[in-house]
Nanobody, 115 residues
Framework: QVQLVESGGGLVQAGGSLRLSCAAS????????MAWYRQAPGNQRELVAR???????NYADSVKDRFTVSKDISKNTVYLQMSSLKPEDTAVYYC?????????WGQGTQVTVSS
């Protein structure tokens, strides 16, 4: 059974940085892609950033040039480096992994950006 465990969330002032981690219970090479999503109160869950097995990445327009997704295969971990944080980045951030036909989710980690 696949488990994804996020960490690194917290409270930060606007303009600050945080790095989220998502540790998988098995090899992340078994996933076609891994991604970070976020959900703010009253909003739908939205894609923030995705990294494919081959390493290609894509980002939501709202986080381009501020967030960077990366992975460490040796640690079975995916990261989301967040910089120049804004209050509108406040949300629960979820790690996602795709292995057809299933999609796996972590429990989420809260990120709060104060103005």
């Amino acid at each position: 059974q696949v488990q994804l465990v996020e960490s690194g969330g917290g409270l930060v002032q606007a303009g600050g940085s945080l790095r989220l981690s998502c540790a998988a219970s098995g090899s992340i090479l078994s996933f076609s892609s891994m991604a970070w999503y976020r959900q703010a109160p009253g909003n739908q869950r939205e894609l923030v950033a995705r990294i494919s097995r081959g390493g290609s990445t894509n980002y939501a327009d709202s986080v381009k040039d501020r967030f960077t997704v990366s992975k460490d295969i040796s640690k079975n971990t995916v990261y989301l480096q967040m910089s120049s944080l804004k209050p509108e980045d406040t949300a629960v951030y979820y790690c996602n992994a795709e292995r057809w036909p299933r999609s796996y989710w972590g429990q989420g980690t809260q990120v709060t950006v104060s103005s």
